[in-house]
Structures are given as structure tokens and as C-alpha cells.
């Protein structure tokens, strides 16, 4: 399979794309990718498909009809090889998707080539027809200025940025090359930032053994806007990240954390897979309920990384923990759905907010089940061993031979290293809803590390139950806490406070919540249009809190020990 990328008018931003493919038999379907990897929901590239052409050798047009929304079935009787051609619109920027304007083009192949299965194993080659001032930031071998792939799951995992404005540093760590690139506006200071990214790659590689390929990538496009976004791939990782002033300002714990975490997924997750991915169907959903391995463990362990290479020191490690907690907390999905089935459904609503209270996130709840499982070897092995042992195990067993893992896998291998039987875990956090607060408590008190509470800021939020944003003067309601004085009032998500006890609000409804905190209170909401007065009862009761970690000063030996183990290793 051969692929030609032309860039003739890039601000149309359509990259004409050409694909020579060899067929056999009467008929052959096309298909374009449904998905992509990192990202496990419909992504529907084929939307962005235009002047879709096929024809023979001999340059004669092909009749074919499309099946359904990414497939197309070609009538191929008489030929050995069809060429392809089609426009695929270009303009959207993050980590995961394509892009074209007149300063670069920037390609996630799974978003935009499309394969057969008779050819899919097979050698591909990609031909850049670009301008000559512009470099290519990218993973592929390179013969005679053809990129080469070894089959397609390669290139579909395999994206790249041709650009004029490319900088480029790299590090070598026990055999691999580690290349650092940066598209956009942006003054790398590369001395801190190979010492940095040295140390959490140090980190890793040591606790694995070995890494997966002889050489890795980063490919940052810093961006003049706010933007955050990674996306992990086998011999590289895209990032987003902006605005460009704040990359090594105020930002430059956000670039350490999700380029650690991205680095760790090259072994959990493009190696260590979970057993329905393997391999990937790229012609439709690829159900999985193992996020929490995927996802959970690789959140943990990104910034644990971090804290054990000294490139976070404690303070910064918590500020990351509290974060998880606080999502933790501030989620009452956690009542209803199982971060087991919440994996399940990303490719039904995981990416979004959704319906109120339904489901939890597979980053946060994965992180904090990883967390408690890990303390949970350490505790049961006199704190020699812990969830880096399980990860490893898991790599060299699974990951490196290209068979999946399941449930069964995961939770066995824990089990034998911790020595226990860990099915009450599973069955209660995992599979089930039980509320993490009291095993979690217990999890940090082993490491001499309390959880404090303390009411929010917001006086509607702590006394109340609702979380508001100001938006063009007016107080919107976008969280209530159930059971809460709001919530039995009647408040809904959506409503405008406009008046506490008879005096008009904008923008300082929390200042009146607050003056009136010791007494009843009417309050008038604007409801789509409508007027309504809600009673409210004086609440003395704390809702939504602040939750942080802070180390124990009065820690005995024993959680001095454990936590010296737990943070360095």
C-alpha cells in the first residue's frame, strides 16, 4: 500500500491524499478507521472525506457504493491494484487529530488513511510532497525521503509534523534515543527540560527493565491559546499545550505531568492491552472494562514517577493527589456506576460530562484504585514489593509477547505478589459501588499521610449544595449535591439565581448567601424563561469541601518506613 499527501492549497485545509492498493476477487472493501487509539470512542473520520474517487490501473473509474458511514465496497473484477484518492478536511488541532494551514502539516494517519484487510499486514510507504524548507518530526523508518511503515497498525500509530519551525534536542538512556520536538511559538529551556525529562524516563525504564523501541518521540505543538491534551503512541506521543508563554512558566508542571504519563503508556497500554484490543478492530467499537488498568494505573503511576525521580517534590506530588480526590468526591456518579462499567461506556458518553450522577472517570477512579492497591502490596509484603512489580510482571509476560490481559490476569497477578487474596477489592471498588472514603483513609494513615476537609471557598457550594459559574452577569447552577438544601428546595442545573430575600444579585449571589448564612432565605431563579421562588432552609451542615494531603508530623517508624518504600521505591 502506497500513500501520496499533497498540501496544493492548505488554506482550504484539505490534504489530498492518494492510495495505491493491490486487490484480488470481483469485490473488495475500503475502510476508514471508526476510531482511534487513546481516545475509546466513535471518532467518524470518514466525516471529513471529500471527492472520493477510485479507479484501475489504467485510470478508469471504478463503480463502487458506500456499506455504511466508514466502509465502501469496490467493484475490483479484472484488477490488480485500485488508487484511491480523496480530499480529507484538516482543521482541528489537538493531540489526536489532523491538521493543515500554510505553516504545517500535522497527520495522525488513523485519522485519515484508509486500509483493506487483504493489504492490511503488509509494507506501507508515504510519500510528502511538501515544501522544501519544512522538516518532519515523526517515528517511521526513512528510505530514499519515502517513510516507511512495516504494516498499518504501524502507521495509524505512527503520526507526524512537517513544519518549517521545528526544534529538536534529544537524551539516550540504556539503549534508546529519546527525541524532544517543538512545533509553534515557544522558547524551550532545554537544559532544564532534558534534566527533567532524563530523570522521570530514568525512573521508569529501571522499574520495567527495558524500554520497548530503540528510539521514542515527543512531538509538542505549543499552541498560542489554552490548551492541554496528550496522546500516547508505541514509538512516540503528541502533546498539546499552551498558551506558549506559560510552557516554562506556570505550565511546566502540566508538560512534566502528562509527558510522564504519555511515556508510561508505552508499556501500559501499547504493550500491556487489555485482551479485546488485541488486536485493534479499527471498523468499530472495541468494548473493554479494563480503563482502570489503561488509564487509572497510567494516571498514578505518571505522576508517582515523577515524585520517586525527585522531579516532583512532595508538595507538588500532593497538589496532584488532591486534584484526584477532590474529583472523587465531587462526583456522586460514584454511588451509581462502576468505574468497571464507566470503562465500558466511554464509547457511549466517556468523554463528557453526561447525564448527572450517572458514571465516574476511568483517569481518576483507575488512579485512586492503583493508589490503594499498591499500598495494599506494600503492606502485605513488609513493604518490598508493589504495583510497579505487578506492572512489570505484566509487560514482560503479556505486553512484550503481544497477548492481552484480562481481569482475571490483573487481579491475579496482584494477588500473587501481594500473597493475599484481594477478590473483596475487586468485587466492592472495581466491579461494585461501595464508597472508596474509609479504605482510602486507611491506605494514607499506612503511609503516615491524613486526608484534611475544610468547606469550600463558596458559601452556596458548602452550605448550600451548588456549585455556580458567572456567566454574562448572571449566576448559573451547573452542580447540585444531593440531598442537599438547594436540591430539595427544588433548584435544577441550569437555573439563574436572581434575587436572595428580596435583593437582586450580579455576579455576588455568594456574597448574599453568605450575609443571610444564619437566617432562611427565598431565592428567586430564572428557569427558562420563568420566575420561581424556592424556600431555603438555614443549613449549619457542610456539602462540598476542599479535601488535601498532608503528611503526618507525628508518624511512628513503621509509616516513616512504609512511606520511604511507597515514594522512593
Request: net charge negative; proline share 3%.
Amino acid at each position: 500500500m502506497k500513500f501520496t499527501f499533497d498540501v496544493k492549497s492548505p488554506q482550504q485545509q484539505y490534504i489530498q491524499i492518494t492510495a495505491e492498493l493491490k486487490v484480488s476477487g470481483n469485490e473488495t472493501k475500503v475502510f476508514f478507521p471508526a476510531w482511534r487509539p487513546g481516545r475509546y470512542e466513535l471518532g467518524d473520520f470518514a466525516k471529513n472525506v471529500n471527492h472520493f474517487q477510485i479507479h484501475n490501473g489504467s485510470g478508469q473509474a471504478l463503480p463502487f457504493v458506500k456499506e455504511n458511514k466508514n466502509t465502501w465496497i469496490v467493484q475490483t473484477e479484472g484488477c490488480s491494484t485500485i488508487t484511491v484518492k480523496y480530499s480529507y478536511y484538516a482543521m482541528d488541532m489537538n493531540a489526536g487529530s489532523t491538521f493543515l494551514d500554510a505553516s504545517q502539516l500535522y497527520v495522525n494517519p488513523v485519522n485519515c488513511c484508509l486500509f483493506t484487510e487483504e493489504e492490511y499486514n503488509d509494507p506501507i510507504s508515504v510519500r510528502l510532497n511538501i515544501p522544501e524548507s519544512w522538516k518532519v518530526a515523526h517515528s517511521l523508518k526513512v528510505e530514499n525521503n519515502i517513510f516507511v511503515a512495516e504494516n498499518y497498525d504501524e502507521l495509524a500509530d505512527s503520526p507526524f509534523i512537517c513544519s518549517a519551525d521545528l526544534q529538536k534536542s534529544s537524551y539516550e538512556f540504556k539503549g534508546t534515543t529519546f527525541y524532544i520536538w517543538f512545533n509553534g511559538i515557544v522558547k524551550p529551556n532545554w537544559e532544564k527540560l532534558i534534566r527533567d525529562f532524563k530523570a522521570f524516563t530514568e525512573a521508569q525504564v529501571n522499574r520495567f527493565e527495558s524500554f520497548p523501541t530503540k528510539e521514542y518521540h515527543f512531538l509538542f505543538q505549543i499552541l498560542p491559546y489554552k490548551t492541554y491534551h496528550g496522546v500516547e503512541h508505541s514509538k512516540s506521543t503528541v502533546i498539546t499545550l499552551g498558551p506558549s508563554y506559560a510552557v516554562f512558566e506556570e505550565l511546566y508542571k502540566e508538560l512534566l505531568g502528562v509527558s510522564s504519563h504519555e511515556l508510561y503508556h508505552t508499556w501500559n497500554v501499547k504493550s500491556i492491552r487489555p485482551e479485546e484490543m488485541v488486536p485493534y478492530d479499527f471498523k468499530q467499537e472495541n468494548y473493554s472494562e479494563l480503563g482502570y488498568i489503561a488509564e487509572g494505573v497510567t494516571t498514578y503511576m505518571g505522576d508517582l514517577m515523577l515524585y520517586k525521580a525527585g522531579v516532583f517534590n512532595t508538595e507538588q506530588y500532593f497538589l496532584e493527589m488532591n486534584n484526584q480526590i477532590q474529583r472523587h468526591m465531587d462526583n456522586f456518579g460514584r454511588f451509581n456506576y462502576s468505574v468497571a462499567a464507566s470503562s465500558f461506556d466511554t464509547w457511549l458518553d466517556g468523554y463528557v460530562t453526561g447525564a448527572p450522577g450517572r458514571k465516574v472517570s476511568i483517569y481518576t477512579e483507575g488512579c485512586l484504585l492503583s493508589f490503594m492497591i499498591d499500598v495494599l502490596i506494600l503492606k502485605n509484603t513488609s513493604n518490598q514489593h508493589g504495583l510497579d512489580d505487578v506492572m512489570r510482571n505484566l509487560y514482560h509476560d503479556f505486553g512484550a509477547k503481544g497477548i492481552g490481559v484480562s481481569r482475571e490476569v490483573y487481579q491475579g497477578e496482584i494477588e500473587k505478589i501481594a500473597g493475599v487474596s484481594l477478590q473483596w477489592f475487586f468485587e466492592d471498588y472495581v466491579y461494585g459501588t461501595k464508597t472508596y472514603t474509609t479504605l482510602l483513609d486507611e491506605c494514607f494513615e499506612y503511609l503516615g499521610v491524613d486526608i484534611h476537609s475544610e468547606p469550600v471557598s463558596s458559601f452556596i457550594a458548602a452550605y448550600l449544595g451548588a456549585k455556580t459559574m458567572e456567566v454574562n452577569s448572571e449566576t448559573v447552577v451547573v452542580a447540585l449535591y444531593p440531598g442537599a438544601p438547594l436540591d430539595v428546595s427544588g433548584m435544577m442545573l441550569g437555573d439563574k439565581v436572581v434575587s436572595v430575600n428580596g435583593v437582586a444579585v450580579s455576579n455576588d449571589a455568594d456574597r448574599w448567601i453568605q450575609f443571610f448564612h444564619d437566617e432562611n432565605k427565598e431565592i428567586v431563579v430564572n428557569r427558562k424563561g420563568r420566575l420561581l421562588t424556592l424556600q431555603v432552609p438555614k443549613s449549619e451542615k457542610v456539602f462540598y469541601q476542599r479535601y488535601f494531603l498532608k503528611k503526618n508530623e507525628q508518624a511512628n517508624a513503621s509509616q516513616v518506613e512504609a512511606f520511604d518504600a511507597w515514594s522512593k521505591g
